[in-house]
Nanobody, 120 residues
Framework: VQLLESGGGSVEAGGSLRLSCVLTGLGRGCMGWFRQVTGGKRELVAMIEVDGKETYGMAVTGRATISRDSLVNHLDVQISSLKPEDTSTYYC?????????????????WGQGTQVTVSS
């Protein structure tokens, strides 16, 4: 199983970015994005079930949109109105279940992460 992320980089505050992830080696299941700053707790950005049910983390609610193409296990998240506090390493993750779970211990597959830096 492999998760390959792309789309990170440096962005100015107020701007937007799109992160993409491609999952290989696993059938359709819940996919999501999480983020973590060094020394901090990993938090949910957004997750989406196979039927399209979306859940967003509190920090990005109203600013993020997650989408997926289940046929090719491709996952995107777009975040707008970026803030310096959105600076983090963003991780794509997957479960081998149609349903998502807020417990991160229930997510067995993780990408290497992509850095996003938002400057003020």
């Amino acid at each position: 199983v492999q998760l390959l992320e792309s789309g990170g980089g440096s962005v100015e505050a107020g701007g937007s970015l799109r992160l993409s992830c491609v999952l290989t080696g696993l059938g359709r299941g819940c996919m999501g994005w999480f983020r973590q700053v060094t020394g901090g707790k990993r938090e949910l950005v957004a997750m989406i079930e196979v039927d399209g049910k979306e859940t967003y983390g509190m920090a990005v609610t109203g600013r993020a949109t997650i989408s997926r193409d289940s046929l090719v296990n491709h996952l995107d998240v777009q975040i707008s109105s970026l803030k310096p506090e959105d600076t983090s390493t963003y991780y794509c993750a997957a479960r081998n279940s149609y349903w998502c779970n807020l417990d991160q211990r229930r997510w067995p597959y993780w990408g290497q992460g992509t850095q996003v830096t938002v400057s003020s």
